[in-house]
């Protein structure tokens, strides 16, 4: 199984960014999808998931109303829309996938993608 992120980079805050993540070496259509991130020095933190099941949402509170998840099964990819970014939330992103429903912890997914970085400039 093989996670590959792109889109991550250099935005103003209250700018946004399309995260991609492509999946390759799993039968993506049957993996909940989700992305979580890391900042120096803190826990890996959830953001959004996407089940594959009945195509619902979860959403971290603190990205609710201004962050996105969707995916493109018949490609193999899932995105996340970032809109009216904050310097808080610079980080690393990373992609992961899991059998079964979302969950909104980091250990219950086995597999992960390299990360991108995302820094939002105050």
């Known amino acids: 199984v093989q996670l590959v992120e792109s889109g991550g980079g250099l935005v103003q805050a209250g700018g946004s960014l399309r995260l991609s993540c492509v999946a390759s070496?799993?039968?993506?259509?049957?993996?909940?999808m989700a992305w979580f991130r890391q900042a120096p020095g803190k826990e890996r933190e959830f953001v959004a998931a996407?089940?594959?099941?009945?195509?619902?949402?979860l959403y971290a509170d603190s990205v609710k109303d201004r962050f996105a998840i969707s995916r493109d099964d018949a490609h193999n990819t899932v995105y996340l829309q970032m809109n009216m970014l904050k310097p808080e939330e610079t980080a690393v992103y990373y992609c992961?996938?899991?059998?079964?429903?979302?969950?909104?912890?980091?250990?219950?997914?086995?597999?992960w993608g390299q990360g991108t970085q995302v820094t939002v400039s105050s």
């Open positions: 070496g799993v039968t993506f259509s049957s993996r909940t």
């Open positions: 996407s089940a594959w099941s009945d195509g619902s949402t």
């Open positions: 992961a996938a899991k059998v079964g429903y979302y969950m909104r912890s980091w250990y219950s997914y086995p597999y």
